[in-house]
């Protein structure tokens, strides 16, 4: 099929583009309760809190809340599944895989319905959740089904009469604690690479957003996982997520977050058992714009990057230098282009930006955009909330931004982008490289030298070139300084969720070779 919308055989003739997915009209919430051992439980406090939409404000429905004693239950379950002897430790790698592949099939069956689910409870576009989240979401279990009879050791040259090999074995029980920005992507970036290895895992999402984790519980028991594979403590970050942290009985933690929870984990990490830590942390990303590269491409892939999911992205695309050359130019495009983002109702096909996800982010948006107004940025566009709408704020442009304001460097994790002039590439690689974050940048230019020149110089632990939010399965993600420590995605992730061990052997002389 042509990219024109025609077939090509022998001829064209004219066919209609395939109907836009829809949303399921008032989809029942069958999934509230805690997850372990392949059964839902009730909190043990008898407590829950309420999730909403963040765009009408009204109540989706009661979670049960997870608190530490439904903690230790979801943690016991879990390493019980993954002891020596059990199903899950005896199950032929190449079977872990098909589990994996058959819950990307569930997913694919119940595709709409969680897209659903995720548009009312994060706010963010319908068709943004079908064709990106759950797009990313399914790839990532497929690629990982892959790994899982893949994973193995090395045989190793070692001095004298001895032979020596490696082993892959899994961690053991591992905890994750996802954000409220991406829960579903979030969700599987967690469980895939774990389960890939072999190991069981105790999920935390974030109370804002538990409802997509919470259903794909259900489907993970119909995919045929053995019960305490998976467990979903849904609950909040001080008490469920403090104890998964510190928990002594669990191996692993990963967490996608703040950097400010990112290092009370690692201490508490630390305190406890020293269990491993993945981090993937905020992020003030730097875009780059050279006076050679294609302007047009350049506003636009960078305004994906700044207002992508309203702007509540650790990859946001937030801080732009661009060549003085062009500067004025790159300004005008993006207000131009900024001014016709469509604002409204997330399950309206036509809308590409939603509320943000509560009235404190929103008031913190807000209150750094007041910080910009009030030490000297121009502010182009935007910059204040959509009248009679909640919690939606306009899509906001500052030009004149100096290094030294805090939108230029501080993560705002809302839909502003600021745009500040450069002229040398020594300069700017200076500038970029001043943050305390390094998660990742771009490099807009049509000099492949300078493309290469330059995203090795950047201390980003990814950098595109001419597009942004290139993610893949396959590409590992993370940053540098404190954006966080490991490796999500890829072949990478794989060691995040492994122990390595060495078995050394003494041959008997007359055996030596």
Same mark, same amino acid.
């Given at each position: 099929?042509?990219?024109?919308?025609?077939?090509?055989?022998?001829?064209?003739?004219?066919?209609?583009? /395939?109907?836009?997915?829809?949303?399921?009209?008032?989809?029942?919430?069958?999934?509230?309760?805690?997850?372990?051992?392949?059964?839902?439980?009730?909190?043990?406090?008898?407590?829950?809190?309420?999730?909403?939409?963040?765009?009408?404000?009204?109540?989706?429905? *009661?979670?049960?809340?997870?608190?530490?004693?439904? #903690?230790?239950?979801?943690? &016991?379950?879990?390493?019980?599944?993954?002891?020596?002897?059990?199903?899950?430790?005896?199950?032929?790698?190449?079977?872990?895989? =098909?589990?994996?592949?058959?819950?990307?099939?569930?997913? &694919?069956?119940?595709?709409?319905?969680?897209?659903?689910?995720?548009?009312? $409870?994060?706010?963010?576009?319908?068709?943004?959740?079908?064709?990106? *989240?759950?797009?990313?979401?399914?790839?990532?279990?497929?690629?990982?089904?892959?790994?899982? $009879?893949?994973?193995?050791?090395?045989?190793? +040259?070692?001095?004298?009469?001895? %032979?020596?090999?490696?082993?892959?074995?899994?961690?053991?029980?591992?905890?994750?604690?996802?954000?409220?920005?991406?829960?579903?992507?979030?969700?599987?970036?967690?469980?895939?690479?774990?389960?890939?290895?072999?190991?069981?895992?105790?999920?935390? +999402?974030?109370?804002?957003?538990?409802?997509?984790?919470?259903?794909?519980?259900?489907?993970?028991?119909?995919?045929?996982?053995? /019960?305490? %594979?998976?467990?979903?403590?849904?609950?909040?970050?001080?008490?469920?997520?403090?104890?998964?942290?510190?928990?002594?009985?669990? *191996?692993?933690?990963?967490?996608?977050?703040?950097?400010?929870?990112?290092?009370?984990?690692?201490?508490?990490?630390?305190?406890?058992?020293?269990?491993?830590?993945?981090?993937?942390?905020?992020?003030?990303?730097?875009?780059?714009?050279?006076?050679?590269?294609?302007?047009?491409?350049?506003?636009?892939?960078?305004?994906?990057?700044?207002?992508?999911?309203?702007?509540?992205? !650790?990859?946001?695309?937030?801080? #732009?230098?661009?060549? =003085?050359? #062009? @500067?004025?130019?790159?300004?005008?495009?993006? #207000?131009?282009?900024?001014?016709?983002?469509?604002?409204?109702?997330?399950?309206? +096909?036509?809308?590409?930006?939603?509320?943000?996800?509560?009235?404190?982010?929103?008031?913190?948006?807000?209150?750094?955009?007041?910080?910009?107004?009030?030490?000297?940025?121009?502010?182009?566009?935007?910059? !204040?909330?959509? =009248?009679?709408?909640?919690?939606?704020?306009?899509?906001?442009?500052?030009?004149?931004?100096? *290094?030294?304001?805090?939108?230029?460097? &501080?993560?705002?994790?809302?839909?502003?982008?600021?745009?500040?002039?450069?002229?040398?590439?020594?300069? %700017?690689?200076?500038?970029?490289?001043?943050?305390? @974050?390094?998660?990742?940048?771009?490099?807009?230019?049509? $000099?492949?030298?300078?493309?290469?020149?330059?995203?090795?110089?950047? &201390?980003?632990?990814?950098?595109?070139?001419?597009?942004?939010?290139?993610?893949?399965?396959?590409? +590992?993600?993370?940053?540098?300084?404190?954006?966080?420590?490991?490796?999500?995605?890829?072949? @990478?992730?794989?060691?995040?969720?492994?122990?390595?061990?060495?078995?050394?052997?003494?041959?008997?002389?007359?055996?030596?070779?």
């Amino acid at each position: 099929m042509a990219q024109n919308g025609t077939i090509e055989n022998g001829g064209s003739r004219n066919v209609a583009p /395939p109907p836009l997915p829809q949303p399921v009209k008032n989809p029942e919430i069958k999934h509230t309760k805690i997850f372990f051992n392949n059964e839902w439980h009730s909190s043990v406090k008898g407590k829950t809190f309420p999730t909403f939409n963040p765009a009408t404000g009204v109540k989706i429905s *009661d979670i049960e809340e997870a608190d530490k004693v439904d #903690v230790d239950k979801a943690v &016991e379950a879990a390493r019980s599944a993954g002891q020596r002897g059990s199903v899950w430790r005896q199950m032929d790698a190449s079977s872990r895989g =098909e589990l994996l592949n058959r819950l990307a099939d569930l997913l &694919e069956r119940e595709r709409c319905l969680l897209a659903t689910l995720e548009s009312m $409870d994060t706010g963010k576009p319908f068709l943004h959740a079908f064709f990106v *989240d759950l797009d990313g979401s399914i790839k990532t279990l497929r690629y990982y089904a892959g790994w899982t $009879d893949k994973i193995h050791g090395k045989t190793l +040259p070692v001095d004298e009469n001895f %032979v020596c090999f490696t082993k892959h074995e899994p961690i053991g029980v591992c905890g994750a604690i996802i954000p409220w920005n991406l829960p579903l992507l979030m969700f599987m970036w967690k469980i895939a690479p774990a389960l890939a290895c072999g190991n069981t895992v105790v999920i935390k +999402p974030a109370e804002q957003t538990p409802l997509t984790a919470l259903h794909v519980g259900a489907l993970i028991k119909e995919a045929g996982f053995p /019960p305490g %594979v998976v467990n979903i403590v849904p609950g909040f970050g001080p008490t469920a997520g403090a104890a998964i942290a510190s928990h002594m009985s669990i *191996d692993k933690v990963a967490f996608t977050g703040s950097t400010e929870v990112g290092q009370l984990i690692k201490e508490a990490s630390a305190r406890s058992n020293l269990k491993r830590v993945t981090l993937e942390l905020g992020g003030k990303n730097p875009c780059i714009v050279f006076a050679d590269s294609d302007l047009q491409l350049a506003v636009e892939e960078i305004q994906k990057g700044a207002f992508f999911n309203q702007g509540q992205a !650790c990859t946001a695309a937030s801080r #732009v230098y661009v060549q =003085e050359q #062009v @500067y004025d130019e790159f300004v005008r495009l993006s #207000v131009e282009r900024a001014k016709n983002i469509v604002v409204g109702d997330p399950m309206d +096909p036509r809308t590409s930006h939603g509320p943000q996800i509560d009235q404190q982010q929103f008031d913190k948006i807000l209150e750094l955009v007041n910080s910009g107004k009030k030490e000297g940025a121009k502010l182009e566009c935007g910059g !204040c909330e959509v =009248e009679d709408k909640g919690l939606f704020i306009q899509p906001t442009i500052f030009s004149d931004v100096k *290094d030294h304001m805090r939108i230029a460097k &501080e993560e705002i994790f809302g839909p502003v982008q600021c745009i500040m002039k450069f002229k040398t590439q020594e300069e %700017v690689i200076d500038r970029a490289n001043s943050s305390q @974050y390094g998660l990742t940048a771009a490099v807009f230019t049509r $000099d492949i030298d300078r493309a290469l020149s330059v995203s090795g110089a950047l &201390e980003s632990g990814t950098v595109w070139v001419n597009c942004y939010n290139a993610l893949h399965a396959q590409a +590992p993600f993370g940053g540098y300084k404190m954006s966080g420590n490991g490796r999500e995605l890829g072949e @990478y992730a794989l060691a995040e969720y492994t122990e390595v061990k060495a078995i050394t052997i003494k041959l008997k002389e007359q055996l030596r070779l």
